[in-house]
Every structure is written in C-alpha cells, then in structure tokens.
C-alpha cells in the first residue's frame, strides 16, 4: 500500500500560513520551508480545517488560535454554520462527530429521535399509501433536535476553552449579520414555491438578498440562551417553550417531554484494518461506516479484476456499481437504531462475509435484482474536518436532511426545523426522497433514531491521523468518501484532485441506474464512457442534485494539505496556530 505522505508529488497550489486562501475548491498546504524551531523533524505543529463555508472556517481557525482544540473548534464551526449556512448547517437537526483526542476515540451519535407519539403507519392514508410530502415539508416532518446536545456533551467531554468563547462567533453574526454567498441566496430564493403557504420559511428569509448584510436577531437570542444556559435551555428552557408552541402551529408532534427526554449517546464507532490503515467511521444508526469499510474491502478482494482498469472507465464503474448493489440490499435489511434493532455490525464487515459478497459480483454484466439478496442469514447535510496543533482531530457531518428541513421556523427562536422523520421507512419497500428502500429494521417507533448515512470518518496510521473526510449527500455519502479514498491511494490523486473528480453512484434500485455529480463543475462523465455503460445495459444521468461537498485533511509528511470542494462554497487552510500552549 501507498503511504499517503507519499503520493503529492503533482501539488499545483498556492502554499499559505495564516494567508487565507478565498473562494471554494481550495486546497491549502503548510511550506515546508518554515521554521520548525524547536519541534522534533517528525512533530506537527501546524493545525488544518476543512469547513463548508467562510464563517465556519474562520471561527474554527480563530478557536484554534486562542488556544482551543479540535472539539472547541468544530462546536465553534457548527453553531457558526447554524447561522450562515442556513441550508443546512443548524441547531434544529442533528448529526454523527468522529473524535480523536490523544489516544482516545470515540464517537457521538446526536441524531434526532421520533417523537413519542409517532408510529409506524402515521404517513399512510386510508389505502395505506404514503401520503405525498408529509414526511418532507411542514410540521408532522421533523423528528426531535439532537445537534445542541450534541455539542454541549462533546464539549463537556472533550473542550477546553469556555463554553461561552466557543458560541461567540454564531452569536455576533446572527445578531450584527452576515453578507450570504450568492449560492445560498440563490438556493433561498428558489425555495420560494415549496414553502408558500404550507410553512413560514419565506417569512424568515424571502429578504435574503447577494450583497446585503442579513441579520437573524431571534436566532441571536437563542444562541445567547444557548451561551447562558448550555442545552437545558433548548430542552427545558425558553427555547423548548417555543419549539412546543410552533409545533401546535404546525401541527407537529414535538412535545415538551420528547425535548426532555432527547440525550445524544456515546457508541463505539465503527473500526476496521484495512491494508495499513484503520479506518474509523460511523456505526448505526448511521449505515455509513460499515458501507465505507465493506466497499473498501471488497474492491482489494477483487483486485484482479481491477488490475489495469482506467478510473472512471466504463468496467471500473460497473464493477464498483455490482458492489454497492450487495451493500445497499444489506443495508435495507439489518440496518437502523441499534437500541431498538439488534445489529451485529462486526459480522457485516468481517473479512470473510466480505470475500464472499465480493465473489458474488458479476465483472461482465447487470445482476439482476432477484439475485442480490441481503448476505446475513437470519440524505442536505454539511460536513467539515478538523486537525489541531495537537494532533487531535474531528470529523463532524449533521443534517436537517432536505435543503432547508421541514421548511418550519420556530417562531420567536429563528431556526428551522429539520425533517428527518423521512430517513425512516414510512412504509417497507417504498422509496424515500433520496430513492432509498427500508423495511422493518428501519421503521418508526417512537424515540428511535432513523437511519442514516452520514460517515465522518477518520483513517489512521500507526495510531495517528492519516486523513479526516466527509461529506453531505444522502444516500450518495458513504460512496463518496469511498470513491475519494481510492481515488487518493490508488490512483495517485492530490486531495483536491481527488474530491473534484467525477463521481457516480449507484444504490441498487433501479438495478440499472448510473448517476454522476460533477456537471455544475464542467466533469461529467465522458460521452465514451456513457456509450460504453450502455452497451453494458446501464442507464447513465446526471443525479437529481450536484451531491457532494466533500471537506478533507490529509497528512503530508510533518504537515497537513486540507482541501474543499469544488462543488460549493467550502474553505480549507492550514496554518500555525499562534496558540501552542495550552494542553490537548
């Protein structure tokens, strides 16, 4: 295997310290040339970011700077996000955070809950037929908030700057106001006719305008409750009140006791050797890390049949769609919350189930449905990475799921709500939004987590951090920190090169579907290759959404490059921290 020190030899970018790098799709490295003083050749004391927007990263880099670590640094990013990148960063959804802090790892699950009034059949009509949009826009959508008390237990844990200093960013651009990115005035604007009349999104942003200072003073506010009082005031306090109060509005289901009972949950992440490295990622409820770790592994079993196959050919495609078929049928059946579903996560990713899902793919043509069973017997999301001076590190993805979550605003709080309520199987079989199939490991009950695919995931090297990636996406997120993993390490690609490429994907219904992301950006798949798909018998588009936005730090021998997508509005640097005395 390639050590990842070892394979950017084709760097083509503009080297920075504190020099920030605008504009979206950087990638930002540390020279080499500077001072090391009186570190060991071999310390690192340069700290990386990753952050899907301006505002994010520029609180995290200042975090960093006054000494705080990697969890001061994503909480800082993630409330800060919650007030800039109104389409998905917030404080109404909730989300997955990979940690390593000094030889410890862990992983927090802040994922919302159901309410305990939900029930399986609550989306069916009469004719037990889904009912349209009801799992996507308006109050009944939205599954209980995780993400502030997943902030505050994290930083309970693992922070050391006050809790108030790590707020301070969120606050003062919520109350003094942000100048937005034309993309997400864009993407506001366009949302004009979703929401009329069913939510009081336009109400709250329809003035958003490029150019203009947008301020949020009810946002404000509760961030400042937020600052005061830590999460009991988002589940006991003045915000819960007004959360409850919007729900009888919207007709929704959050009820004072669900705020209450709400706890983000400690679980051990989902780890895996793999050549020379450990992978770390996302276990259930998120279908993620194990995703990750069988593609992974199934691609070395079929390595022979990969041995001089172009990326992004027409058979390097098809081999890894015949793969991602026999990951997502396991994923339909065994996966979902784990305090209400019994997983054996080990056995889905143990080498020989692997091999033998790997000897089941056809390297010539489609397998059909009927033959692609699960192997057991028995969706707009943000993400960003962060490497401190320490060499500690955070790889955080959260949601409200579809651009915008339900379209609700709490009243009097200024944040939206998410509608995560249509990750579940609002029926066994039916597709959700992101084309997506589930049945009962993965249907509603009351409190229960819904299923996920967000993968923060963190690989490492002897103990040490090799690379920290992410991405949003829906369904498309595991095959895309897959693809940008290999693309990395098998094919030689700078990190910026690597979350560029093309990619496709493939989710096992329609068995003969192909989608790619890479339009927006002037890299989709070639005529040829397209051609070449489909005399194989595959259909070939471009997918619904430009999915993607991936955030990553890789190692570069006793520093970092960190690179942002193309793709959107992200911002990467790395840099020295004028901080280094504080302890990890």
């Not at 800060?80 to 389409?87: G, K, Y």
């Not at 960013?169 to 009349?197: C, Q, W």
């Amino acid at each position: 295997s390639r050590g990842l020190g070892d394979v950017y030899k084709r760097q083509a970018l503009a080297l920075l310290t504190l020099t920030v790098v605008q504009g979206c799709g950087n990638e930002s490295s540390y020279p080499e040339s500077m001072s090391r003083e009186k570190n060991s050749p071999t310390a690192i004391i340069t700290a990386a970011i990753a952050v899907s927007d301006t505002y994010g990263a520029e609180a995290s880099h200042n975090i960093l700077n006054a000494g705080g670590n990697a969890v001061d640094a994503a909480v800082a990013a993630g409330f800060t996000l919650a007030v800039t990148f109104i389409d998905a960063g917030n404080i109404g959804g909730g989300g997955f955070m990979t940690i390593k802090m000094g030889n410890e790892i862990a992983f927090l699950d802040y994922r919302e809950t159901a309410p305990l009034t939900a029930h399986k059949d609550m989306y069916l009509n009469e004719q037990g037929d889904v009912i349209d949009n009801i799992t996507l826009i308006g109050g009944q959508a939205a599954g209980v908030p995780g993400t502030v008390a997943g902030f505050w237990k994290a930083h309970k844990r693992y922070g050391k700057l006050p809790w108030k200093d790590v707020m301070q960013p969120a606050i003062d651009l919520a109350a003094n106001g942000f100048i937005p990115a034309p993309i997400l005035v864009n993407s506001i604007h366009n949302m004009k006719n979703r929401f009329d009349g069913k939510t009081n999104f336009n109400e709250y942003f329809n003035h958003i305008a490029s150019g203009e200072v947008f301020k949020q003073p009810e946002l404000a506010k509760t961030l400042g409750r937020i600052a005061e009082f830590g999460a009991d005031d988002f589940y006991r306090g003045k915000t819960a009140a007004l959360i409850v109060e919007e729900m009888k509005r919207s007709n929704g289901l959050i009820s004072a006791e669900d705020l209450d009972q709400y706890s983000a949950v400690w679980r051990e992440p989902v780890r895996a050797n793999w050549r020379d490295y450990e992978i770390i990622s996302a276990p259930p409820p998120s279908s993620g890390g194990f995703a990750i770790v069988q593609l992974l592994k199934m691609k070395d079993y079929l390595a022979e049949h990969f041995a001089n196959i172009d990326h992004n050919s027409a058979q390097y495609i098809h081999l890894i769609a015949e793969m991602e078929k026999r990951v997502f049928a396991d994923r339909a059946e065994y996966l979902g919350d784990p305090d209400f579903f019994d997983i054996d996560i080990n056995a889905l990713i143990n080498d020989n189930y692997v091999s033998q899902r790997a000897a089941e793919v056809n390297p010539k043509t489609i397998s059909s449905l009927k033959s692609i069973n699960p192997g057991l017997e028995s969706p707009n999301t943000t993400h960003y990475s962060i490497v401190d001076q320490w060499g500690n590190a955070v790889s955080n993805t959260y949601t409200i799921n579809w651009d915008y979550g339900s379209g609700v605003v709490v009243g009097g709080a200024g944040f939206l709500l998410n509608n995560e309520m249509d990750d579940f199987s609002a029926k066994p079989g039916v597709p959700n939004i992101f084309g997506v199939v589930g049945n009962v490991a993965n249907e509603i009950q009351p409190g229960k987590r819904m299923l996920s695919s967000m993968s923060p995931t963190i690989v490492l090297k002897d103990g040490e951090v090799e690379m920290v990636v992410g991405t949003p996406g829906g369904s498309t997120i595991f095959t895309t920190v897959f693809q940008v993993i290999i693309n990395i390490l098998d094919f030689n690609m700078t990190p910026l090169e690597a979350i560029g490429a093309t990619r496709f994907h493939h989710q096992l219904v329609p068995a003969d579907l192909i989608t790619y992301s890479g339009f927006s950006i002037d890299r989709p798949l070639s005529d040829r290759v397209i051609n070449d798909l489909a005399k194989k018998g595959y259909r070939t588009q471009p997918h619904s959404f430009e999915y993607g936005d991936v955030q990553i730090i890789v190692k570069d021998g006793t520093s970092w490059i960190a690179a942002s997508d193309p793709r959107d509005r992200g911002q990467s640097r790395v840099f020295e921290p004028t901080s280094k005395t504080r302890d990890q």
